[in-house]
Every structure is written in C-alpha cells, then in structure tokens.
C-alpha cells in the first residue's frame, strides 16, 4: 500500500491530465491520494508517457487522447475495471487473466512473426510484450485500485 505525506492511502486510478494547457490525455493512470489532491504518475508508464509528451514539443495544436490508444497496458486495465464488480479477488483474478492472455497472445505472435523471418515485427512484439509483462507481474493489491 501506497501512502500519501498526508498520511493517507494513495489508490491507482485513470485521470485525465492536462499537458501545457494543450494536451489532454485520459486513462492515465496515477496514485491518488483519497484525501489530499496529490497524486503522482504510476512509475511503470512514466517513460512512455514523457516519450508521448516530448513528440508533441513544438506542436500547437490541441490534441485530446487517451492514454490506452497509445499504451497497450493500460488498454488492458481498462477492459479489466470494466468487467469486474467489485471483489478484491475478483480483481486480482481479472486482473491476472487478462494480462496472461495478453501476453500469451503475444508469444504466439512472437512465433508467427520468427517463422516469417521479420525481425523489425520481431522486434515490435518484444517491445509490446516488455511492458505487458512489468504489469503482469506487479503485485496489484485491489487495495490499491479505486475504480472510478
Ligand atoms: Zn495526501
């Protein structure tokens, strides 16, 4: 469990954030404190979402996105939190499944792609497959998990 300065429990949730007054970018998903209007980026995606935020430099239009367009984890959390109702191990075991699948799906591929000899598609699918795979294995404790 994560703990706010304040003393409170932080809870992962998706939120919209807005980047220089022009990009706003929902499903991002966020420690949140239940208590205070802290919160901070979820560590895992952080990377991935400033490599987004920098290719928009210079870019004066308004964009509006969601984050799961551009990151397959956190499509997957969202079809997770849509489909479960409420239980903690139901979550967990939502949350386990889906990530499993995906990365099962992945593999095969990952195979289809090396029997056709693409390495650059290769290389695409072991990209994708690292990061659903830090997620798989986070320990998610639905304690953690507000789903708003
Ligand atoms: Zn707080």
Redesign the pocket.
Known sequence: MKL?????T?KLELRRLVYKRRTFISHVPVYA??????YELMPLVKPDLLDYLNSLDGDKHQTRISFADIYEPVSILQDVLASYSGSIEEFQRCYKEAFEDRVNMLLDLYRFAKASNDTAWMDEIKARLEKVNAFLQLKMESSDFCAS
Not at 4 to 8: A, L, P
């Open positions: 706010c300065d304040c003393g409170q932080m404190c239940q208590h205070c209007p802290t």
